[in-house]
């Protein structure tokens, strides 16, 4: 865990603050108490097989591969297995899709500069049509299960300096996912999750958003979570419980998580689409 941390908040794409002042901050504090806690909310969900993000896109790699009758190898931005490593593998060119569907420096940019000049790189795919029908399958599955509810949809937040492109990105999604589903104005809403740090993220805050939901006299509400692919830290802790938690102690009484594209059908054949 210390060692992932250490590679993820040390890449300038990730955090911007000059090197001579985060680096120390990062190697004298961060790097001394975040580790033991992440270690703790990931031994909430984990699974059988292991970290849900890498037991999920191993299973997606596996799934489009037997679709598309294609080559197809899942790699890591941070930790193991590395892009390089996993690049060395192939003997033709591949097209590189980063998973995420909206573009950020952070993280688009982030993978690019991993890979070879020259090399076919999607760079988003936040208003594709099938992956936008993908995860309102996931969201449709859910109310056929439990019944509608006001939807909130939470995507990763960024710092709000250098964010305008991907909140532009989130919000074209959240509306693209409404008009799918049919779902009117006043029943559904795009908030942003994982602050870190002192700077000003993107608001508003998925959180607070839902607390002030519960004291509104709202019983119920759905989360979806259309920025990630697969469930991870992210979604199922920060989301699944610590979210839950505060919204049912502000007098909710049921906060519902639907579950990410994961290894589904509908994001199987989205995913071919989109490495076409």
């Known amino acids: 865990m210390r060692a992932y941390l250490g590679e993820f908040l040390s890449d300038p794409r990730v955090v911007k603050l000059p090197r001579f002042i985060w680096l120390p901050v990062l190697h004298l504090v961060v790097l001394r108490t975040r580790p033991e806690k992440s270690a703790e909310k990931y031994r909430q969900v984990w699974m059988p097989e292991g970290s849900p993000l890498a037991v999920y896109t191993a299973r997606q790699a596996a799934l489009l591969a037997k679709k598309t009758g294609r080559q197809v190898e899942y790699a890591m931005r941070y930790g193991q297995p590395s892009i390089p490593s996993v690049l060395q593998r192939f003997t033709v060119k591949p097209v590189v899709v980063p998973l995420y569907p909206q573009y950020a420096e952070s993280t688009t940019e982030a993978v690019a500069d991993m890979i070879p000049r020259g090399s076919r790189m999607v760079q988003e795919f936040h208003d594709h049509p099938a992956y936008i029908g993908a995860v309102a399958a996931k969201v449709r599955h859910h ?117 990410c594209l994961n290894d589904s059908p509908e994001w199987i054949d989205a995913l071919a689409e989109i490495a076409a």
């Open 143 to 259: 109310w056929e299960r439990h019944g509608r509810a006001p939807l909130v949809m939470s995507f990763h937040g960024l710092p709000k300096r250098g964010g305008e492109k991907y909140a532009e990105q989130c919000r074209a999604t959240g509306a693209l996912l409404a008009k799918k589903l049919g779902i009117p104005k006043d029943e559904w809403q795009v908030t942003f999750q994982s602050r870190f740090g002192f700077a000003e993220w993107l608001q508003p805050y998925t959180e607070p958003t839902l607390v002030g939901l519960a004291h509104a006299g709202t019983p119920r509400v759905d989360v979806v979570c259309p920025g990630f692919v697969c469930d991870c830290l992210e979604t199922l802790e920060e989301i699944g419980i610590t979210a839950k938690q505060a919204f049912i102690a502000a007098g909710g009484k049921d906060l519902g998580v639907i579950p």
